[in-house]
T-cell receptor, first 113, second 115 residues
Framework: AQTVTQSQPEMSVQEAETVTLSCTYD???????LFWYKQPPSRQMILVIR??????QNATENRFSVNFQKAAKSFSLKISDSQLGDTAMYFC??????????FGGGTRVLVKP | GAGVSQSPSNKVTEKGKDVELRCDPI?????LYWYRQSLGQGLEFLIY????????KSGLPSDRFSAERTGGSVSTLTIQRTQQEDSAVYLC?????????????FGSGTRLTVV
């Protein structure tokens, strides 16, 4: 079974600064996918960024980027130039091919003006 | 439709009553998932439907919980004899299993409160 661990329950960051959220996972699979989802107070889960395990290059989406370390089974998210609208819960998720998404416990991010 | 639609958005029910939660996935998405999110917590997997295969019910917490998916589209999650610990947000998601790297599209959830 796969497990996903987010060790930071809550993080705060000043507007325009950078924050990094950690995520580690445990699996025996070699072919899998990793995701970060954002959940604002509206409850809607929004896909922020995705990474295929077979790709060595780290994914980037505008101000969001990941540091994927396959050997260490680590998948951290960096939010650059933080904006007030980034305030939300962030969930790391793992999916092996043909299987369901497994989520970490989440990290609450608060962006302060 | 354009997104995953869930109804009702909010539901308050008395302990012991049965409730039905509905999920309308994105047209053409073959996979449908139900998750439960208790206050301030992560997402707990409940059940997974994929095409015509038997559903993966391994996450259902008790036999009071059941789900069906009719015609490979709309799904209903039923909770019988509700208990206060059933209070949570129930999230539905759908995906195109032919493209697993695209993750899931979630609905806005149903907030269930058992009083």
């Amino acid at each position: 079974a796969q497990t996903v661990t987010q060790s930071q329950p809550e993080m705060s960051v000043q507007e325009a600064e950078t924050v990094t959220l950690s995520c580690t996972y445990d699996t025996s699979e070699n072919n899998y996918y990793l995701f970060w989802y954002k959940q604002p107070p509206s409850r809607q889960m929004i896909l922020v960024i995705r990474q295929e395990a077979y790709k060595q290059q780290n994914a980037t989406e505008n101000r969001f980027s990941v540091n994927f370390q396959k050997a260490a089974k680590s998948f951290s998210l960096k939010i650059s130039d933080s904006q007030l609208g980034d305030t939300a819960m962030y969930f790391c998720a793992f999916k092996a091919a043909g299987n369901k998404l497994t989520f970490g416990g989440g990290t609450r991010v608060l962006v302060k003006p | 439709g354009a997104g995953v639609s869930q109804s009702p958005s909010n539901k308050v029910t008395e302990k012991g009553k049965d409730v039905e939660l509905r999920c309308d996935p994105i047209s053409g998405h073959t996979a449908l998932y139900w998750y439960r999110q208790s206050l301030g917590q992560g997402l707990e997997f409940l059940i997974y439907f994929q095409g015509n295969s038997a559903p993966d019910k391994s996450g259902l917490p008790s036999d009071r919980f059941s789900a069906e998916r009719t015609g490979g589209s709309v799904s209903t999650l039923t909770i019988q004899r509700t208990q206060q610990e059933d209070s949570a947000v129930y999230l539905c998601a759908s995906s195109l299993e032919a493209a697993p790297n695209y993750g899931y599209t979630f609905g806005s959830g149903t907030r269930l409160t058992v009083v």
